[in-house]
């Protein structure tokens, strides 16, 4: 089952997008390359307004989420600012072992993009992803769509001497879930991870 739900009719378009930083030139300038961490709340936070949680529930058990998504160039300094954006935004949001997770398959997923798929119009790639934080788990779902593969991305076989080939196995064996999915402007590949919370018990 795929964990997001379907993308409204120019969603890609609403995404920001963020451009490696040239490390020779001037920040002053504010070229093309920058990159803006100025964030349309219309287009990338999708926390549920205040009327949408229920009120008799007690506070302590309130699921929250958010949603970010953004465009990157198909390329690896690309897949890297990306891969840094996500980071940076989960971190200290969610547990350190689910953040080194997430950042393991998107960097899979990413790279995956940029290797073995044409890109979306202009050249680019996007990354969105998804925390959804309750009192029993954190869950995250990335999903990265390109302009789609001749093939299906499928789980390799590969020998321990193999120096490639093993990202979605990576992905597989991190993910509680994946898959892929296409429509008429490129195709997606989705993971879900998720980690439980662990509660503490104190005994007096």
């Given at each position: 089952m795929?964990?997001?739900q379907p993308?409204?009719r120019g969603?890609r ?7 490696p ?10 070229s093309a390359?920058s990159?803006s ?11 549920r307004?205040?009327?949408s949680?229920s ?7 309130i699921?929250?989420?958010r949603a970010w998504?953004l465009l990157?160039?198909q390329?690896a300094?690309g897949a890297?600012?990306?891969?840094h954006?996500?980071?940076a935004e989960?971190d ?5 072992a ?12 990413l790279?995956?993009a940029?290797?073995?798929a044409?890109?979306l ?5 996007r990354?969105t992803?998804?925390l959804?934080?309750?009192p029993?788990a954190h ?12 093939g299906p991305?499928?789980?390799r076989q590969?020998g321990?001497?193999a120096?490639d080939?093993?990202g979605l196995?990576l992905?597989?064996a991190?993910a509680?879930?994946w ?6 402007l ?6 879900r ?5 662990r509660h ?5």
């Amino acid at each position: 089952m795929n964990p997001f739900q379907p993308e409204p009719r120019g969603a890609r378009a609403a995404c920001p997008t963020l451009r490696p930083v040239d490390p020779e030139g001037d920040a002053d300038k504010g070229s093309a390359s920058s990159i803006s961490t100025e964030r349309p709340a219309s287009s990338i936070s999708t926390e549920r307004p205040a009327s949408s949680i229920s009120t008799e529930r007690p506070a302590s058990s309130i699921s929250t989420e958010r949603a970010w998504c953004l465009l990157v160039p198909q390329h690896a300094q690309g897949a890297r600012t990306a891969r840094h954006r996500l980071g940076a935004e989960l971190d200290g949001t969610v547990p350190s072992a689910l953040l080194g997770d997430v950042e393991m398959v998107a960097a899979e997923l990413l790279g995956n993009a940029v290797r073995h798929a044409p890109p979306l119009p202009g050249g680019m790639i996007r990354l969105t992803w998804l925390l959804r934080t309750s009192p029993t788990a954190h869950t995250v779902e990335i999903r990265v769509t390109d302009g789609g593969a001749t093939g299906p991305p499928r789980v390799r076989q590969v020998g321990p001497a193999a120096v490639d080939g093993r990202g979605l196995f990576l992905v597989a064996a991190l993910a509680t879930e994946w898959g892929v999915e296409r429509d008429g402007l490129g195709q997606s590949v989705w993971a879900r991870l998720v980690h439980p919370v662990r509660h503490t018990l104190t005994v007096r």
